[in-house]
């Protein structure tokens, strides 16, 4: 617990540090969220010459979104360094959610349903979603804001109301969310290097012999309003990373912007010359 501690207070978030220096916007790219009906940005770090290809660079850094589920990667560091949840095996019952998730109507959830928590990180529908909502309890508004105050992670706006936390309003830009995945990579996060090994496993993975494409995915939705959505992660060619992060709006808050951002990745990243394992 001390070392814990002392990983905490020493903790400082470190973003994607792009510049004017190291930034070629491509504005190309905008034809593919024009035609899926949907604004947003993108954004891929080419690691090892440190360059940085970004649509729409104002969006990039400058707006904060909610972060929606993908705070549950943050949220399952935690978990593991204090010793909340021991592995990613660990079953999760939901409990008392009988009703439909509000933001998913006609998918009611079953009383009681058991899922590991590995599970749990790759659903994006109400059942997902209602455990890490039970984990965040689980953990704590203390405990998750000091962490959050101390990674200086989004806007810091966590909070709890009549005992329950509050993680689906806490907002963040997509330059931060870069840094995140890029330093969960390299495991330089202020986390033990188990937890960040545990937390890549449980992420999406797509393999094949050409590439490995990692990635997390998040949604946020208004009524009225807008739908929000984020796909953050990493492909992987010839064991050379390179991170990128999708941002997404759809007017209609009942679209499915998760599965449109992961469509808009499958196009945007063979554009730019992957899913070839020439890189």
């Not at 969310?177 to 890029?182: C, D, H, S």
């Not at 209609?252 to 945007?268: F, M, R």
Request: aromatic share 12%.
């Amino acid at each position: 617990m001390k070392t814990s501690l002392y990983l905490l207070a020493s903790a400082t978030f470190l973003f994607s540090a792009c510049s004017s220096n190291n930034v070629t916007v491509d504005d190309s790219l905008g034809h593919y969220f024009d035609s899926a009906g949907v604004k947003g940005t993108f954004a891929l770090l080419d690691n090892g010459q440190g360059r940085f290809t970004i649509y729409n660079l104002p969006r990039y850094r400058d707006s904060l979104y909610p972060a929606a589920q993908t705070f549950d990667i943050l949220q399952t560091l935690v978990a593991f360094q204090t010793g909340i949840l021991p592995d990613e095996k660990k079953a999760a019952i939901v409990e008392d959610s009988s009703t439909a998730d509000p933001l998913s109507p006609g998918n009611p959830i079953d009383s009681k349903t058991t899922v590991t928590y590995a599970w749990a990180m790759r659903d994006p529908g109400p059942v997902g979603d209602r455990v890490y909502r039970q984990l965040a309890d689980s953990i704590g508004i203390d405990t998750l804001k000091k962490w959050v105050d101390s990674l200086q992670y989004g806007d810091k706006d966590i909070k709890a109301d009549s005992g329950r936390v509050l993680i689906r309003g806490i907002r963040i830009n997509a330059d931060q969310q870069l840094g995140l995945v890029k330093k969960l990579y390299f495991n330089q996060l202020p986390f033990f290097r188990r937890p960040q090994d545990l937390v890549k496993g449980m992420l999406t993975t797509e393999v094949n012999s050409n590439y490995k494409l990692v990635y997390k995915t998040g949604r946020a939705a208004y009524n009225p309003g807008p739908a929000i959505g984020w796909v953050i992660g990493w492909v992987q060619e010839n064991e050379h990373p390179y991170f990128f992060v999708i941002n997404l709006e759809s007017p209609d808050g009942h679209s499915d912007v998760e599965t449109i951002g992961i469509q808009l990745a499958k196009k945007i990243l063979p554009k730019l010359g992957f899913f070839q394992g020439k890189k």
